[in-house]
């Protein structure tokens, strides 16, 4: 069971977006494939928990609340939605109808500040925490600033004593509550309406991430920063996969029975290798290559022992379902190249046998084995086994 907050949140999303020129509520355009109201939502919960009151149009109020509960996520006990009104002003007087009583400090947000950072947040509700009765996130003004007449300039204003305000604009519940109870006049902000009512308001840092939505070249910026760099990604969705390249290696003792089977070939009277199929290394580690360059898992993920059908298998099995596996991921083989480190079978007499064996289990791939010997050096040189190793290239089908 979530507590019940000590802050509320209220979500203006009532404008209707004349300046914009979408053809929907400004809150309910889209910036990518969720709208400028999806996005303020995902500032407002991932902010210090709080109860949300969004202010939809009238007749959005099952889009808003559908917005809202998709966002909500845990937190859907603690979101109510309310009908707006003709101005901001009588917006915000809705959603404060909406606050629950034990509620202490309320946030005033306007939802076409969708990207601002739930840090503002935090800090808007650490200025009232430290004693303030309300508090701004503001930016300095940056450029110069000029008192005109129509066309005429009267005057340079020092841009030292000048702020952009910001939202969310946060305030202690009983002052924002008895400022709108006494409000005369509509203003353009909750803090100029509370500054009115005589109360002081502290500015807190903003961000410029919190620059409102009101033009279609401000949707262009936000659409830009939720999306980077599209026309590049648009590009590079077009480009073909690249050819990719795997390893694989495999290892078997001699020790099993009957025959050897090595490189697709049977070997009559050389020893058996071991294994839960027929302990043929270079097959096994061909398998590996090809399922590793395509990102498919490896030979026990396919193959393993808990697959009883490959027991005593041949290299044509393993193979011929690997090309088929690798085909209905979209890749075909282009080359594999297979070196055998062992004391025996010789391969030279059977290597282009053994090439066309395997290549032939794969679908005509170019296949290139080799072999050699450790010099008596680890197990292979001991003649206690086999090892291979392949690599595999294979590109888009």
């Known amino acids: 069971m979530i507590p019940v907050p000590r802050v509320a949140v209220i979500v ?14 400004k809150a309910f355009v889209g910036l990518d494939e969720h709208t400028i109201l999806r996005h303020a939502l995902r500032g407002v919960f991932a902010a210090p928990p709080a109860q949300v009151v969004v202010v939809a149009p009238e007749g959005r109020e099952g889009d808003a609340l559908t917005e ?6 845990d937190r859907r006990d603690l979101v109510a939605i309310a009908t707006g009104g003709s101005t901001r002003q009588e917006s915000v007087r809705a959603g404060l109808r909406a606050v629950w009583p034990d509620v202490e400090i309320v946030l005033v947000h306007d939802a076409a500040r969708a990207l601002t950072p739930p840090a503002v947040f935090s800090r808007v509700i650490a200025a009232i925490d430290g004693g303030a009765a309300g508090a701004v996130p503001v930016l300095p003004v940056i450029d110069t600033i000029k008192r005109v007449d129509g066309p005429a300039i009267l005057a340079a204003v020092d841009r030292a004593e000048l702020a952009a305000a910001q939202t969310p604009q946060g305030f202690r519940r009983d002052v924002l509550d008895d400022s709108y109870a006494v409000a005369q ?31 279609p070249a401000d949707l262009e910026r936000a659409r830009g920063l939720v999306s980077p760099l599209p026309a590049v990604q648009a590009t590079l969705a077009h480009v073909p996969p690249l ?5 694989g290696t495999d290892v078997h003792g001699f020790g099993g029975e009957g025959s050897l ?36 898992g490896d030979i026990g993920t396919h193959f393993g022992t808990d697959h009883p059908e490959y027991s005593g298998a041949h290299a044509e099995v393993f193979l011929a379902r690997t090309h088929a596996i690798l085909g ?11 070196q055998v480190q062992a004391n025996r079978p010789r391969f030279a007499a059977r290597r282009a046998e053994a090439e066309a064996a ?30 291979a190793f392949a690599v595999a290239l294979i590109v888009p089908a």
Do not use: M, Q, Y
Request: glycine content about 18%.
């Open 12 to 25: 203006v999303a009532a404008g209707s977006g004349t300046r914009l020129g979408g053809r929907a509520p």
């Open 68 to 73: 809202v509960l998709e966002t909500a996520g």
């Open 185 to 215: 006049e509509d203003f353009t902000d909750d803090a100029a309406l509370v500054a009115a009512a005589g109360h002081s308001v502290a500015a807190v840092e903003g961000d410029a991430l919190g620059f409102k939505i009101t033009t």
């Open 243 to 247: 050819p990719r390249v795997g390893l």
């Open 261 to 296: 089977w090595l490189a697709g070939l049977e070997w009559p009277g050389e020893p058996a290798l071991s294994g839960h199929s027929d302990g043929d290394a270079v097959a096994h580690a061909i398998v590996d290559a090809l399922l590793a360059a395509a990102g498919l």
């Open 328 to 338: 209905e991921a979209g890749w075909r083989i282009g080359n594999v190249s297979v």
């Open 358 to 387: 395997l290549s032939a289990a794969l679908g005509g791939a170019s296949i290139s084995v080799s072999a050699t010997t450790t010099d008596g050096l680890g197990f292979t040189g001991a003649g206690e086994g086999v090892a």
